[in-house]
């Protein structure tokens, strides 16, 4: 049996067969980082927009080899939006996603809203499914993992569950299977990222701009 749990701090398991606690002192392994990506439609950062997270392995050198990529990813993200069913976020098709993603509570959707109204999205794969499993996820540079919208006035960010648990990952022990137990990384870094998109009125005040400058150059 194989099992990911999301951090030893998270008490959330992913399963496809059986559920289980993992032991305790789990061996180290290279970090994690994982970004949130937040563009806007402009002006400003009050305009809404779009996001995306992407997740990457980061080799320290040290502990347990994460070299293999990621096997789970849960993130809790706060102001974004939910649609209906969670079906305003997308999860990357490309990276072993599986749905419904089995936790030590039972099957659940890959996308839920907290009482809090923190986004919880957990993507995994199923590792006792060693064929259907993708390796190297995040390992040459930043993967994808999901994305969606957010609405005008909200500036997402990291958040936390109605546990106060908050975003954290695992990687593959090896590749291709059988798998063992998911490696919890040495450390996993947050990071927000923003990008504006200028409303057309700037966009043509900045083409003109731009021609001016070409003109003097001529």
Do not use: H
């Amino acid at each position: 049996m194989a099992c990911n749990k999301l951090g030893t701090q998270f008490r959330l398991l992913v399963c496809a067969i059986a559920l289980f606690v993992l032991p305790s002192g789990l061996a180290l392994a290279d970090s994690a980082e994982i970004t949130l990506d937040l563009t806007f439609f402009g002006p400003g950062t009050s305009s809404g927009g779009i996001w995306e997270l992407f997740g990457r392995v980061d080799d320290t050198g040290d502990g347990v080899d994460g070299s293999f990529g990621f096997s789970a990813i849960r993130a809790l993200i706060d102001g974004v939006d939910f649609g209906t069913n969670g079906d305003a976020v997308a999860i990357a098709t490309d990276i072993g996603a599986i749905n419904p993603v089995l936790t030590s509570g039972g099957p659940r959707l890959p996308v839920l809203m907290t009482a809090g109204g923190t986004l919880d999205i957990i993507y995994a794969q199923d590792i006792s499914s060693p064929s259907f499993v993708v390796g190297f996820v995040g390992t040459t540079g930043n993967a994808l993992i999901a994305s969606g919208t957010f609405s005008p006035g909200n500036i997402p960010s990291f958040g936390d569950d109605d546990s106060g648990l908050t975003t954290d990952a695992l990687f593959l022990d090896v590749f291709p299977g059988p798998f063992g137990n998911s490696e919890s990384p040495d450390s996993l870094s947050l990071t927000v990222t923003q990008t504006i998109i200028p409303e057309p009125t700037s966009l043509a005040l900045l083409a003109c701009g731009s021609l001016a400058l070409l003109r003097r150059r001529r």
